[in-house]
């Protein structure tokens, strides 16, 4: 008896599954877009609602719940198929949208918020999961490329986006514009994506004390990395109280799923060879991301004197790159083989992310813009064949499963490198502002002194450095993963 499914492949109906696709990447696109649309809007909707001390988890809120709730739908899709998830995601998200454009008051905005990225979560995962469903091996990194493309494009345009739509007609539409899209999508979807039957030996089993053990554990990790240094300081009785509870909670899910007939978070995520590692590399991944997407934007207006939408253009360049290095990664891993293609990248990123700090003062805008197209360019053969080589090392039945897992170290790695390149470059500013008699709040002052400068310049210099250690700790991470990936048929 069958105890997996697979999706249909209609190759007579290649128009079919093009509609899929498309709904795919209209769900990708809606779901990267929240990430980063509410950012340039902040000062309409403090303005309209109050709350300005709790506004930074309109974002942090949504992020939260998407990371926890990732291992959780991959477990889901794994169980009861993909079509069903990713249904009752998007319909989750689209009913957070609707909310939140309501909201009467930023505490219910930010849970309206939660509720929105408890879809999000659904989306991110599954999407990519049916993506490697759809299409053979070979065909997978054009469909995965593409996949790469619409995220990364959607999470630049995203703050421009919300600009616009907070300039020119009300906050409230941020949210909004997500309902037309999103239904499309979701019709898209309930018309044509169509799973095999699955049969089941006895009724699924759920366990939900794992998932409640995810929730808590990640959540509490997450609030303390989020909030410490911010709403209080690293070491003080919030932050020990909750970096003590996800421990509890770490330890908790450990027991939980040893037990559990059918866990949350199987043992098999850490145990095989080929998983593993990729896990621990795309936490380094997500980890040394933070230093060109959060602190290049700052290093081009403060210390290179660029207006915002130039210094995001030193940025963008990177999407340009990343996607087209992506789909040509098939060539790379083709030849030489999934971990050593991935090995290539990030050594090159290491390099790029070495040299950074060795750019002359203040220097030209083409000087990083170059490092971060060469940057996409390493990163785009490095992830892609990680995320193919995972998928194709598993069956239908532990597909989303496995997705979920490196999808999920990649989001906990860019919380975790958020908080401590925060620190690095609170405390770097502040040691040489402090020589000066300036002060943090000098660096987002109007008029930018030549101490502000320097000291930026020093604490981005920093962040790259360690962001370049991340990159050689996932090569280290990778020695460890077979030289030549199990690659199941199709």
């Known amino acids: 008896m069958r105890a997996g499914g697979t999706a249909e492949r209609d190759e007579s109906a290649p128009s079919g599954r093009r509609l899929v696709v498309a709904a795919l990447m209209l769900s990708m696109a809606l779901a990267a877009l929240e990430g980063t649309i509410v950012a340039t809007a902040v000062p309409q909707i403090v303005a309209d609602l109050g709350g300005f001390s709790v506004f930074s988890w309109i974002f942090s809120g949504y992020m939260l719940a998407v990371t926890v709730t990732l291992p959780v739908y991959g477990k889901l899709a794994d169980t009861f198929g993909r079509k069903p998830v990713l249904i009752s995601g998007i319909s989750v998200f689209l009913l957070g949208s609707l909310l939140s454009a309501g909201a009467w008051n930023m505490g219910v905005l930010i849970a309206f ?24 091996l070979k065909q997978r990194p054009k469909i995965q490329a593409a996949m790469s493309t619409v995220w990364a494009t959607s999470a630049v345009a995203g703050p421009a986006l919300g600009g616009l739509l907070a300039g020119y007609a009300d906050w409230r539409w941020i949210f909004l514009v997500n309902l037309p899209f999103g239904v499309v999508a979701l019709w898209l979807i309930a018309r044509h994506f169509r799973e095999a039957p699955r049969e089941h030996v006895g009724p699924p089993r759920i366990d939900w004390p794992g998932a409640l053990a995810v929730f808590a554990s990640g959540g509490l990790l997450l609030t303390a ?12 009785a919030p932050s020990l109280l909750l970096f003590g509870g996800s421990v509890v909670g770490l330890v908790a899910v450990v ?3 040893r037990r559990a007939a059918e866990p949350i978070i199987p043992g098999w995520v850490w145990r095989r060879r080929t998983i593993a590692p990729v896990n621990v590399a795309l936490f380094c991944l997500g980890l040394l991301m933070v230093a060109p997407t959060v602190f290049v934007p700052t290093y081009a207006q403060t210390v290179l004197g660029l207006d915002p939408i130039p210094a995001g253009f030193v940025l963008s360049v990177m999407t340009l790159s990343w996607p087209v290095s992506a789909a040509l990664s098939s060539k790379v891993y083709g030849r030489i083989g999934f971990r050593q293609s991935a090995l290539l990248g990030i050594v090159l990123a290491a390099g790029v992310l070495a040299v950074f700090p060795l750019l002359p003062y203040p220097g030209e805008a083409w000087q990083p813009a170059l490092l971060m197209f060469a940057l996409g360019w390493a990163l785009g053969i490095f992830q892609l064949p990680l995320i193919i080589g995972v998928q194709s090392t598993v069956g239908w039945a532990e597909r989303g499963t496995a997705t979920a897992s490196v999808l999920f170290n990649r989001q906990i790695g860019q919380s975790v490198g958020a908080a401590l390149f925060g620190a690095v470059a609170n405390a770097t500013i502040g040691a040489r502002l402090a020589e000066s008699g300036a002060g943090l709040n000098d660096v987002a002052g109007a008029e930018v002194s030549e101490p502000v400068r320097r000291a930026v310049d020093a604490a981005v210099d920093h962040i790259f450095w360690g962001a370049a250690a991340a990159a050689v700790l996932a090569a280290v991470a990778l020695l460890w993963a077979p030289k030549k990936f199990p690659v199941i048929g199709d």
């Open 255 to 257: 027991l939980i799923e």
């Open 225 to 236: 990395l989020v909030q410490g240094g911010v709403a209080w300081a690293w070491v003080s």
């Open 113 to 136: 918020r939660i509720l929105q990225g408890l879809g999000g979560g659904a989306i991110q995962g599954t999407v990519q999961t049916i993506a490697a469903d759809l299409y053979p």
